[in-house]
């Protein structure tokens, strides 16, 4: 899911333009030596990509299903597998059309016992019809950038932690659930609840953000993954990020130029969307900023042309973008 922010709510927008991204030959094979014998474990495009496709190949991960009933066991094998600490967090949530969804956010924990600790987040559902699409609008999309690629990237964080050395920092890696099942696109006004406007996208991090899976849970900072494996794709400082947490956007473009991705992490702002970290933000009170793509060029709302449509299938997942996103995040990790 990605609203923009009324602005009498949030932020005016910016409608920025950008240079494409440069073209960078991934290295699945390296390792990143740095200062003070540091040693950055190599980030694997091509496993991350085979995630992408695995989560894929359950169908729409539309809540109440079967495939999204399977695709979250797999997750939390996966997970599992590679080491984590794993709990998962079940709920019931009633959608804007007042279908009761079956949720659960899964979260992994590595370095349980250091206090000093970063979130990584992205959602695993997918949006349970093509609204934005001209042909079969009501059928549930595969959601292979909107809602995979995030996930694929974490995993492949945590594939990594499982053979290298982890880093020193604490890192909990969120999945939440039922973030987009929000209204449908053609909906002028949501409804209002108990007199208020009622947010339907986000269940999953609106539950979290209110009944974290620890009591008094905290984190340094968060980052929020989500349409990332896009090709071509631009990641401007989000402008919720830069009203929250412009300190974190600072330091995670700066570790992108200092691979070489400032074709992909663009430094200047793009608008504030209603997304996972606003919630985190306002209820937890973590400081969290949102790598998602933005398209200033795209008809459907800066999201790229096949944002909720059937377009959102492997053919528009580019490992070089898996890339830039993956190195990033773990060079980030390996030096806090």
């Known amino acids: 899911m ?58 729409p991960r539309v809540p109440n299903t079967a495939a999204h009933h399977q695709c979250g066991d797999y997750l939390v094998k996966q997970l ?3 080491g984590a600490n794993v709990e998962q967090q079940v709920f019931n949530e009633t959608a804007y059309d007042g279908t009761l969804l079956q949720l659960r956010n899964i979260i992994a924990s590595y ?28 059928e549930p ?21 499982a053979s290298n050395k982890k880093p020193e920092v604490g890192v909990d890696l969120i999945l939440f659930d039922g973030e987009d099942y929000g209204e449908h696109e053609d909906i002028d006004q949501p409804p209002l609840k108990n007199g208020r406007m009622q947010i339907w996208w986000c269940l999953g991090s ?13 984190a340094y900072y968060g980052i929020l993954l989500d ?21 974190v956007v600072k330091k995670v473009w700066k570790k992108a130029r200092d691979l070489g991705y400032d074709g992909y992490f663009i430094r200047e702002n793009s608008p ?10 306002r209820d937890a009170k973590i400081p969290m900023i949102n790598i998602v793509e933005y398209d200033p060029n795209s008809k459907h709302y800066y999201f790229g042309n096949y944002h909720h449509t059937h377009q ?17 995040l773990l060079y980030l990790l390996y030096h806090e």
Not at 115 to 132: G, M, S
Not at 312 to 328: F, H, N, P, R
């Open 227 to 247: 349409m990332v494996g896009g090709k071509n794709a631009r990641f401007y400082q989000e402008g919720g990020s830069m009203q929250y947490a412009p300190k």
């Open 272 to 281: 504030g969307i209603m997304d996972d970290h606003i919630f985190v933000n």
């Open 206 to 218: 609106q539950y979290w953000a209110k009944n974290p899976h620890e009591p008094g849970y905290n």
């Open 141 to 161: 999309i595969l959601g292979a950038n909107d809602g995979a690629s995030g996930v694929a990237v974490l995993l492949e964080i945590a594939r990594n932690f």
């Open 2 to 59: 990605k609203q923009f922010y009324s602005l009498l709510l949030y932020i005016s927008f910016v409608v920025l333009g950008g240079c494409s991204p440069e073209s960078k030959k991934v290295d699945t094979s390296r390792s990143i030596k740095v200062q003070h014998s540091i040693t950055v474990p190599s980030f694997n495009s091509d496993s991350a990509y085979n995630f992408i496709q695995k989560q894929v190949d359950f169908g």
């Open 312 to 328: 959102d299938d492997m053919d528009i997942i580019d490992k070089y973008t898996l890339q830039a996103v993956g190195e990033t």
């Open 80 to 82: 599992k597998s590679y």
């Open 111 to 138: 370095n349980s016992e250091n206090p000093k600790r970063i979130l990584l987040a992205a959602h695993w559902d997918t949006r349970p019809y093509a609204d934005k699409d001209t042909v079969d609008r009501d």
